[in-house]
């Protein structure tokens, strides 16, 4: 195939979008009504990127007043999808990912939005939620409370992973290996993430892969694998996610996928979460939004539903 398209999913009115930042662009894609009363900011997890939304947005603008009140932007994260990648030796920490979505924000001019996040881009939302409160009306997470903390014992060994990763990945010449066809570097996806199913893989490939002379590659920075050398330190990882959840005080709702691998449901019995905060588990994996996006829809509008009713 030519070009990497999915004629399966179906966009409602959704437009490319991009933001010139200091040092690159983000690129998003917009549905919905620019101007419509309500925002929904969505920020994707790691190594994927805006497209991980496209199978659920269609299902969210399946509702009338959904449609009639709210539009929703997801972007990519610098290094991700379509967005640019960072200038050499700067590396990829969750707080440069957060001062990048105010500033898009900043060029929005929005007073007001809902933040959405899945995985790392629920972490991401956790800090904004608290670093912007006076922005942030509601905060919907998928798979994630917060950045998880370290105890200050496992920091240096973290510390020697994260520089060696990136001694590695930063070596590699060309970056990622180019595959024959549309059909290759889907598999290679599902290969790689054996959590996703392949309608999941194929969204993903629209804004992950390229064509390129002898068939596609990544667009994503190999660098964003590298390990981080910045973590928020604690007596216990619970300690600082405990901390976080203080702070967030507007409507919250963490969707728990059953078969998740990040251990929220263990969490749960150890940590106290404040009256705004609602965590619903369904059926699915770490991307179930993406997998089986009828499963977090309903979930979505009925919490949305219910907040703009307080």
């Given at each position: ?38 925002k ?40 991700h ?140 920075d ?19 996610i ?7 005080f507007v ?49 979505i ?10």
């Amino acid at each position: 195939m030519a070009t990497l398209t999915n004629p399966d999913v179906t966009i409602p009115n959704t437009q490319e979008v991009s933001f010139k930042l200091p040092w690159g662009i983000i690129a998003g894609k917009l549905w919905g009504n620019p101007d419509s009363e309500k925002k929904i900011l969505a920020i994707h997890g790691w190594l994927e990127n805006a497209g991980s939304f496209d199978r659920l947005a269609p299902l969210l603008f399946a509702n009338e007043l959904f449609t009639q009140k709210y539009s929703m932007l997801a972007i990519d994260l610098a290094g991700h999808g379509l967005s640019s990648h960072r200038g050499d030796g700067v590396p990829y920490i969750i707080m440069h990912y957060a001062m990048d979505i105010k500033l898009v924000l900043n060029q929005l001019g929005w007073k007001k939005l809902t933040i959405f996040g899945h995985s790392l881009g629920g972490a991401i939302s956790s800090l904004l939620a608290i670093g912007i409160s006076d922005q942030i009306e509601n905060f919907i997470t998928i798979d994630a409370f917060t950045p998880l903390g370290i105890r200050a014992d496992q920091y240096l060994n973290r510390l020697k992973d994260a520089v060696e990763s990136a001694s590695t990945l930063y070596s590699i010449p060309d970056g990622f290996k180019t595959y024959p066809t549309e059909e290759a570097i889907i598999q290679r996806i599902l290969e790689g993430n054996e959590k996703l199913n392949v309608e999941a893989a194929k969204v993903l490939a629209i804004r992950g892969a390229k064509p390129v002379e002898n068939g596609f590659t990544f667009t994503r920075d190999i660098r964003i694998k590298a390990g981080s050398s910045i973590y928020f330190l604690g007596n216990s990882y619970l300690e600082f996610i405990q901390e976080v959840l203080k702070h967030i005080f507007v409507p919250t709702i963490c969707i728990i996928p059953n078969e998740s691998h990040m251990k929220l449901t263990e969490m749960i019995s150890e940590l106290k979460f404040p009256e705004n905060y609602s965590n619903k588990f369904v059926s699915g994996n770490h991307h179930v939004h993406t997998n089986n996006p009828e499963v977090v829809a309903p979930v979505i509008l009925e919490f949305l539903n219910l907040v703009s009713q307080c």
